[in-house]
Nanobody
Framework: QVQLVESGGGSVQSGGSLRLSCDTS????????LGWFRQAPGKEREGVAS???????NYLDSVEGRFTISQDDGKNTLHLQMNNLKAEDTGMYYC?????????????????WGQGAQVTVSS
């Protein structure tokens, strides 16, 4: 059974940095997509960054150059390094995984979710 366990998040001032991590050690799919989504109050869940074996790393335009998605060498942990954070980055961040390499394009396609981690950026 796939379980995604998130850690990290918190509160930071604008311009600061945070790092999210997601334990993916229970994943056994051969070519999945992994990603991070976020959801602000009253808004839809949106994809922030994704990683797969075909297209590599992909980012939401508004976080390009500030956020970096990565895996550790053993591919048991997914990270999202967030630098130069802005108030509009505030939201609940979710680790996502789908068995299909292109399954992280929209929230509706994703099969597995982490429990979420709150990120709050104050201006």
């Amino acid at each position: 059974q796939v379980q995604l366990v998130e850690s990290g998040g918190g509160s930071v001032q604008s311009g600061g940095s945070l790092r999210l991590s997601c334990d993916t050690s229970t994943v056994t799919y051969s070519n999945p997509c992994l990603g991070w989504f976020r959801q602000a109050p009253g808004k839809e869940r949106e994809g922030v960054a994704s990683l797969d074996g075909v297209s590599g790393a992909n980012y939401l335009d508004s976080v390009e150059g500030r956020f970096t998605i990565s895996q550790d060498d053993g591919k048991n942990t997914l990270h999202l390094q967030m630098n130069n954070l802005k108030a509009e980055d505030t939201g609940m961040y979710y680790c996502a995984l789908d068995p299909s390499w292109n399954g992280c394009r929209t929230a509706a396609m994703v099969r597995h979710w982490g429990q979420g981690a709150q990120v709050t950026v104050s201006s």
